[in-house]
């Protein structure tokens, strides 16, 4: 029997913004690449598994489409999910069947500015990160694995991103990105509500989409059913 | 050794220079030996509003390529005794100062006078990111209007990661917080943001509110910091700010609207 096609289209193409991890080649000897990835996965084996990455070769190191081939299949062995490269030609790329990024730096606005607070990445997976200072306009926190908690004012054009849940104990001006790994059970937690975008695990609202009765006042986010919530607190 | 202070902003025209100029005089003329760098390399300011542009022969670049000594680029000022300026070149652009030779020239003069006063270039490029690099405190001047407060809370950001201080894991940049242009009419009206406002999203100490005045204007053509105008109001506002500076307690001032007679007698 067929799908009773007038009940809708059978599929529909949405633009979703999700983050990707990036894996940044700092070498083309391959083998130095892997032996080093092989260490990592010894520490959490479960955490990178499944993983989407994004091969990107750092500045100056460049991958031919054999090499590109050859780390891709390693990657692969190890369980990881190589699904696009960037800042290579899209010939090298097709050629190990990767798809290409091409804006990806375009994207990473100011993350290199975010400065020493967002150095330390390397938190056990289900560990809060803390953040006391406030988190300026330009910086980005991403508690990687976990929740993420600031006690301090997050300004317009700063960017929080975890894991898990997100809690700001004072002002949200900023965005808030919780459950960026897929998470759908993540929430975000704030004592004024006045973000720009609000997003749980790549459903987002725009600042103009909120609703101007939760605005200025304690608030939380969440997931029903798959549909972005705002309740007031 | 020399506080290094920056006077810095973000967005431009807000009154960095001006801040720089008048708070160094205020310094020099509390008896500390006091010298402003200008680190606006190829937009050469600090001179003019200082008053002494005809006697620049040598600048911070020429300094930084060896090609003259401190004491020859140094401008002594002739109405505030221990007030010096280093200006900047105005035929060179940002990249003309390296980081060594920045940091080789505020260690002499951190070593020569009590206080560095470095008045920064606008945006968070190069000459801004040097002005700040070795800061010990920062002024970050800030007009009330959404731009001018969004490019400082920026700047707040790179104090707080892209120093020496943070990079070193020293105590922080310590952040004071300057509103000039400050229109208490206009703020009444709803036109500009409010101290309270500023305040609340930039979160750090206020140290002065400086209000929109012609003084600054005549002040800056005349090449006079506007501190040394003490009968005007921006002069006095910069004197509170030195005062607070140094510690001591004052009110804040120009906050609320200034009635003239016919206010006084229709508002009460």
Redesign the interface.
């Known amino acids: 029997m067929a799908v009773n096609a007038s009940a809708g289209a059978a599929f529909e193409l949405k633009g979703r913004m999700a983050p990707f991890t990036v894996l940044q080649v700092g070498t083309a000897e391959i083998d130095a690449v892997l032996g080093q990835l092989d260490a990592r996965l010894a520490q959490a084996p479960d955490f990178f598994a499944g993983m989407p990455l994004v091969v990107a070769p750092a500045e100056g190191v460049s991958l031919d489409g054999a090499t590109l081939e050859a780390l891709v299949g390693g990657l692969r062995e190890r369980a990881l999910l190589p699904v696009a490269a960037s800042g290579l030609p899209a010939e090298t790329a097709a050629v190990a069947g990767l798809g290409l990024i091409r804006n990806l730096e375009a994207s990473r606005s100011g993350s290199g ?5 967002d150095t330390p990445a390397r938190a056990a997976p289900g560990a809060a990160r803390v953040v006391t ?7 980005q926190v991403y508690a990687r694995g976990g929740d993420l908690v600031v006690t ?2 997050v ?4 960017e929080l991103m975890a894991d898990g849940h997100i809690h700001v104990y004072d ?1 949200l ?1 900023g965005r808030a990105l919780a459950g960026v790994q897929g998470d759908e059970n993540a929430r975000i937690f704030c004592q004024s509500l006045k973000a720009e975008l609000i997003a749980i695990a790549g459903q987002y609202r725009l600042s103009d989409q909120i609703d101007a009765g939760l605005r200025d006042a304690p608030a939380m986010a969440w997931l029903r059913d798959g549909e972005l919530e705002l309740n007031a607190l | 050794m020399a506080r290094i202070v920056v006077v810095t902003s973000g967005k431009g025209g807000v009154g960095k220079t001006t801040t720089s100029a008048a708070f160094g005089a205020g310094l020099a003329r509390a008896g500390y030996r006091t010298v402003v760098v200008d680190f606006d390399v190829g937009l050469r300011n600090l001179d003019l509003i200082m008053g002494c542009e005809r006697r620049v022969v040598y600048d911070f670049v020429n300094v930084i390529n060896g090609e003259a000594n401190l004491n020859q680029a140094l401008i002594r000022d002739k109405r505030v005794d221990g007030l010096e300026i280093l200006p900047a070149s105005q035929t060179r652009d940002k990249d003309a100062l390296t980081f060594e030779g920045v940091q080789s020239v505020l260690e002499t003069l951190a070593s020569t006078h009590d206080y560095v006063i470095c008045d920064s270039p606008a945006g968070i490029e190069r000459g801004a990111h040097l002005a700040m690099y070795f800061a010990d405190d920062a002024l970050v001047v800030t007009n009330p209007e959404v731009s001018s407060v969004r490019d400082s809370d920026r700047v707040l950001g790179l104090l707080s990661s892209k120093t020496r201080r943070a990079e070193q894991g020293d105590e922080p940049v310590k952040e004071h917080l300057v509103v000039t242009r400050y229109a208490a009419a206009r703020v009444g009206k709803g036109e500009m943001l409010s101290i309270e406002d500023i305040c609340e999203i930039l979160s750090i100490d206020l140290l002065g509110v400086v209000p929109e005045s012609t003084a600054v204007l005549n002040a800056s053509n005349a090449g006079v910091p506007v501190i040394m105008e003490d009968k005007t109001d921006a002069g006095q506002a910069y004197d509170d700010i030195v005062s607070r500076y140094l510690g001591e307690a004052r009110d804040h001032r120009f906050l609320t609207e200034k009635k003239g007679l016919f206010g006084r007698l229709f508002k009460g």
Not at chain 1, 133 to 139: C, D, H, I, L
Request: no cysteine.
């Open positions: 500015e975010s400065g020493r607070r200072q406030p988190v300026r306009s330009g910086q301090a004012p300004s317009a054009g700063a002002t001006r």
